[in-house]
């Protein structure tokens, strides 16, 4: 049995949403130790030296790099799980990707996104993609008539009572219940006024002591407001599709790898919210949990193949795949070539390429000497022309 280093975001020991992975290893009789990431909040981060002993080392969102090598250069298996949040895709296009990518290179990439599955595989990387479901929880349907609302106010900067008002615009809740307790570092929520509060008989709550206080609130509602603009999983709206709630989310990850729109939730946009048709919450909510039952059943049948994927070595996964030279190969110390023969253009690109991954304040200067570059190769087409 392999002897496995399991690093992860030290607020997911708190939320508990990462454990389905540590103890689907542990069921299979392999030997996982903990490590967890302060550093997000000041606290201490866990170093390679602590981890680098490990058959196996499993990053998950967060990771800790061994000096300016790529992972591969300094471990046979290393996992990363990356979290589609981490990225916030949503806000626009991201930079700079490359850079982020390149200690990873050679070494493998689990993802619970298929979006992130694409990304990953574009920078040539070895990629497991699985659409994770949890257990489908008892179907409990709201003893209430009417529609009724949930929305946890996690992040006041991207899920509000002001866009929820213009979600449900036109509508009446009969009951709405607003959980009150933001995600480190979330500005303070606007709360509803008075004559909303009246309108849709809204009441609130904060964090509770007992978990369970706050799932009967859940129960309670036929229709969950996912509360942040993108998942890492989506622990929170998966959890109320499995309850039979009719799930209403933003059109991004992962929630749309789940949702298909008017069938078992439904999804809006942004940047330019218009009023929704509850009118079918409750048929929606059904095939809200059937999906999840079904999901659910493909989740397990895929833990096989995560489970090789994790233990297969890194090296085996790219034969006959993705060839990336590293800083002390070829393209830095060419030993086969002789000292006078001459070197090809194609040659010295795959050279500055390479000393450029090894040296992070190059890729990081990029912007700054890249344009200069693309002149000098407009000026050599120019001059080489007939």
Known sequence: MARIAYVDHSYHRTTQSTNFLRDMLRRRGHEVEDFWDEAWRGGKAVEWSAVQGHDIVIMF???CPPGTAAFRQVHPNVIYIPMLDQFGIWQGPMQMQAQFWAPFQGSKVLNFSSALHCLATGFGIVSHWARYYQSAEPSVPSSAPGLRGFLW????????WTLVRR???G???DGFHLHIAGDPGAPEPRL??????????????TWFKDRSELTALIDRANVYFAPRMEEGIGQSFLEAMARGKCVVAPNHGTMNEYILPGVNGLLYDRDAPRPLD????????????????????QWLAAEEGILDFVLTPSERLYVGKYQHAFAAESPIAPAARPASAPIESANLTEVLRAIARRYTWL?????LWY???????????TLSRP
């Open 61 to 63: 969102q967060s990771y």
């Open 153 to 160: 106010l996690r992040r006041e900067d991207q899920i509000n």
């Open 167 to 169: 979600l449900i615009e």
């Open 171 to 173: 509508t009446r809740f």
């Open 192 to 205: 509803p006024d008075a004559a909303d509060v009246a309108f849709h008989n809204i009441t609130t709550s």
């Open 278 to 297: 509850f009118s079918n919450v409750s048929g929606m909510g059904v095939l809200a949990r059937e999906s999840v039952v079904a999901g659910h059943g």
């Open 363 to 367: 890729q990081a200067a990029r912007p």
């Open 371 to 381: 344009p200069i570059l693309k002149v000098a190769r407009r000026v050599r087409h």
